[in-house]
C-alpha cells in the first residue's frame, strides 16, 4: 500500500514569506507526527495529531509555527514570516494508532526548505 | 532532560568489518528503544526496535541490547556491507506518554568501503 507521502519535496522561499508543507498519513492511521531535521539541532519533534486534535504541541519552536490536520487524514504545517533558520528538512510520520502498545511510525520522504 | 547521546561520526569502514555505534539514553518513565536507518535518498525506516529491558532487536544482521542499567541501546553488526552505509539514528519513546513521540540522537554517518 501507499506510504506517508509528503508534498512539496522541496521548497525554497526568500525570507518573511509564509510557507505551507503537507503530509498525506498511510489510510487508517490515526496519529500524526511532525518533526524537523536541521543541522544545528538533529531531529526534533514538532507536534503531534490524535485524529484532528493535537494535544501535544510542545515542540513548535515558535508562534510562526502552526499546524492542523483536517478529516482525520491530510496535515499542513505552516511557518508563517520564515527565517533563515527555519532551513531544514520537516519529516512526517503516522502510526496506527496512539495508546499504550507500541505499533510503528512510518516516515514520509520529507520536504526540504530552504529559506535564502 | 530526555535525550540521547550516539557516537559522533563519521564512521568508515572496510566490508566485512565489525560495527559498533554506541547509544546512550536519559529518560524518564518506561522507554521503547529503536535504531532508525536513512539510506542515501530516502526516507527514515525502522532498523530494530526493543521495547523492555534485556530484550534483543535485531535485523538484516544488526543487533542491540536494551541494557537499562547502563541505560544503552549500542548497534553492532558483525560483517558490514557496502550496501549498510546510511545513517543510522538511535531513538526512544516513551510508552506511557500520550504522543509517544521519537527523541533521537544527533545520527552517525556509516560508510562502507569495497
Known amino acids: 500500500g501507499a506510504g506517508v507521502s509528503q508534498s512539496p519535496s522541496n521548497k525554497v522561499t526568500e525570507k518573511g514569506k509564509d510557507v505551507e508543507l503537507r503530509c498525506d498519513p498511510i489510510?487508517?492511521?490515526?496519529?500524526l507526527y511532525w518533526y524537523r531535521q536541521s543541522l544545528g539541532q538533529g531531529l526534533e519533534f514538532l507536534i503531534y495529531?490524535?485524529?484532528?486534535?493535537?494535544?501535544?504541541k510542545s515542540g513548535l519552536p515558535s508562534d510562526r509555527f502552526s499546524a492542523e490536520r483536517t478529516g482525520g487524514s491530510v496535515s499542513t504545517l505552516t511557518i508563517q514570516r520564515t527565517q533563515q533558520e527555519d532551513s531544514a528538512v520537516y519529516l512526517c510520520?503516522?502510526?496506527?494508532?496512539?495508546?499504550?502498545?507500541?505499533?510503528?511510525?512510518?516516515f514520509g520522504p520529507g520536504t526540504r526548505l530552504t529559506v535564502l | 532532560g530526555d535525550s540521547v547521546t550516539q557516537m559522533e561520526g563519521p564512521v568508515t569502514l572496510s566490508e566485512e568489518a565489525f560495527l559498533t555505534i554506541n547509544c546512550t539514553y536519559t529518560?524518564?518513565?518506561?522507554?521503547?528503544l529503536f535504531w532508525y536507518v536513512q539510506y542515501p535518498g530516502e526516507g527514515l525506516q525502522l532498523l530494530l526496535k526493543a521495547t523492555k529491558a534485556d530484550d534483543k532487536g535485531s535485523n538484516k544482521g544488526f543487533e542491540a541490547t536494551y541494557r537499562k542499567e547502563t541505560t544503552s541501546f549500542h548497534l553492532e553488526k558483525g560483517s558490514v556491507q557496502v550496501s549498510d552505509s546510511a545513517v543510522y539514528f538511535c531513538a526512544f519513546e516513551i510508552s506511557s506518554g500520550s504522543a509517544r513521540q521519537l527523541t533521537f540522537g544527533s545520527g552517525t554517518q556509516l560508510t562502507v568501503l569495497p
Open positions: 510520520a503516522s502510526r496506527r494508532r496512539g495508546g499504550s502498545s507500541y505499533n510503528e511510525q512510518f
Open positions: 495529531f490524535q485524529g484532528n486534535s493535537a494535544p501535544d
Open positions: 489510510s487508517g492511521h490515526t496519529a
Open positions: 529518560a524518564t518513565g518506561y522507554p521503547s
